[in-house]
């Protein structure tokens, strides 16, 4: 547990880099007003945010509250996990939920769901289900490839009615990877579930004033991401 705010920390500089994904490995902590390189002090989770009072120490500038929210957002998957699991499984639900999490923050921010993450999510879906049920393997196989078609159905219908794109690939593999984890049996509470988050989440920015279009992008695939979590910890709802 003690490592998940520091997992936290390396899922903030992949979100942030997401976009120029070869500097995720390579690239020096800077502050982002001053270009002032970080040292080790300003980089323990949550403590040098909390010792700096959300400000750089170089430039005074405040730095936001990112980095303690996916830090904290990741002891909170960790210690989620810890209380569903046990034994190894309790490590890939974490290894599914960070990976989530940085999913989910990277396409709320850049509308962006990048390969480097979906397809190893795909893969490793498929492996931990080998390890734990062999005869389970057929349907979370079919899983992602329904998740995948599904989302390219979706994308072509809406394509031939409104003219234009609407749901992304990224979407696609994404909803491959839930499947991958849940089984096909799981996709359609995935779905449900990452539809009235979406829902709710448009209701609300138009309770808060905002205006609220049939044209606004909206970051589905972090709403799918929720939803992925939520069947994947209890299972695909059921009726009655």
């Given amino acids: ?16 880099r997401a976009p120029r994904a070869r500097t995720i490995l390579f690239g020096r902590s800077a502050c982002v007003f001053c270009d002032h390189r970080l040292t080790p002090r300003d980089l323990i989770p949550i403590i040098s945010w909390s ?9 005074g500038k405040p730095t936001g509250v990112f980095y303690p929210f996916i830090e904290l957002a990741a002891l909170a998957l960790a210690v989620w996990s810890a209380l569903t699991f046990t034994g190894w499984l309790m490590w890939a639900s974490c290894l599914l939920g960070w990976s989530l999490l940085a999913l989910a923050a990277i396409d709320f921010r850049f509308y962006l769901l990048p390969d480097f993450l979906t397809f190893p999510l795909i893969a490793a879906g498929l492996f931990v289900t080998w390890i734990a049920d062999r005869s389970e393997v057929p349907g979370h196989a079919a899983g992602a490839v329904l998740g995948l078609a ?36 799981g996709l359609p509470s995935v779905v449900l579930l990452g539809a009235l988050a979406a829902l709710s989440f448009v209701l609300f920015k138009s309770w808060r004033g905002r205006n609220v279009s049939l044209g606004d992008r909206l970051p589905f695939g972090t709403f799918l991401c929720l939803g992925t979590w939520v069947v994947w910890l209890y299972g695909p709802l059921v009726a009655g």
């Fill in 150 to 185: 599904f989302v390219v159905a979706v994308r072509v219908a809406y394509r031939s009615l409104r003219g234009k794109e609407g749901m992304g690939l990224g979407d696609a593999k994404l909803l491959s990877a839930a499947g991958a984890w849940v089984s096909w049996t």
């Fill in 1 to 16: 547990m003690l490592l998940a705010p520091i997992i936290g920390s390396f899922i903030g500089v992949v979100v942030l």
């Fill in 51 to 59: 010792a700096a009072r959300g400000r750089c120490r170089y430039c």
